[in-house]
């Protein structure tokens, strides 16, 4: 998973405060760059459309002998231990997976006719994909990748919401009223030192106090998880 936001992330416009000195705007950048971080932490990390690079190992076709469970069985050539579709013409990619940006065979960039992306799977046209020499750098003979784009989009609406959340730490980092439990710390950003919410105790419960966003949170991450679980 991502370790930081790596998409535009929607801030309605229509919730934030206006501001008039340079002073206002700094804290109103602050303001919005914590509210997409706590939004995307608190959610479980799982929202965001991020480029990936990987190289698959495909089944092949091959058959060899290996001893198991005291005696010899057949199998098909690969990279084994993966609970995934593969086969000679077929490799899973971590997904989810929303759209494939290019794929690469020893160096070449193919043409987008030659495969098709069903769900995380993405199946070559008419032949097998080649083997995979992980012993070599990416481009050189044996060797080819897939670039996509992976992740969940962030939901519509949510824009919203951050925008509501963006007021709130503006309005504690200004001295205004809001609904956040007052606990604020000094921050500099662009030579201006202001004020700014420390966001520990959010972290800590997993919930913001404002409830628009507590019950928009506990329908996506009820279990309060760091990062959605991956499979290995």
Known sequence: MPAAVCEEWPIDGGCLPEVSTPEEQAALDAAKDLAVDVLWALSGRQYGVCPAVVRPCPMSGDRVSLWSAGGWRDTSCGCAGRCVSSGPRMVHLPGPVQSIVEVTVEGVIQDPSEYVLEGDTLYRNGESWPCQDLSRPLGEDGTWSVTYMRGLPVPKGLGRLTGLLVNEFYLACTG???R???????VS????????FDTNQIYASGKTGIPEIDLFLS???PNHLMQAPTVV
């Open 180 to 186: 956040l439990p007052r606990t604020v710390t000094e």
């Open 219 to 221: 329908a996506v991450n």
């Open 189 to 196: 950003r662009q030579g201006v030192t202001h004020r700014m």
């Open 176 to 178: 205004g009223k809001c």
